[in-house]
């Protein structure tokens, strides 16, 4: 029978990854979903 240690079981964290890039990506497409939304409203409340 295997035995599962504590190391197995806890998530690697790997300090070298950085996620900068993808929280510009997810702050463009908010902004892109948000502008879409806005423009849609406007258009719905000037005709």
Do not use: D, V
């Given at each position: 029978?295997?035995?599962?240690?504590?190391?197995?079981?806890?998530?690697?964290?790997?300090?070298?990854?950085?996620?900068?890039?993808?929280?510009i990506a997810v702050?463009?497409?908010g902004v892109f979903?948000?502008?879409?939304?806005?423009?849609?409203?406007?258009?719905?409340?000037?005709?």
């Open positions: 029978m295997a035995k599962s240690t504590k190391q197995q079981l806890e998530p690697q964290h790997n300090p070298s990854i950085n996620l900068k890039g993808t929280l702050m463009l497409l979903i948000l502008a879409t939304w806005f423009g849609c409203y406007y258009l719905f409340l000037s005709r």
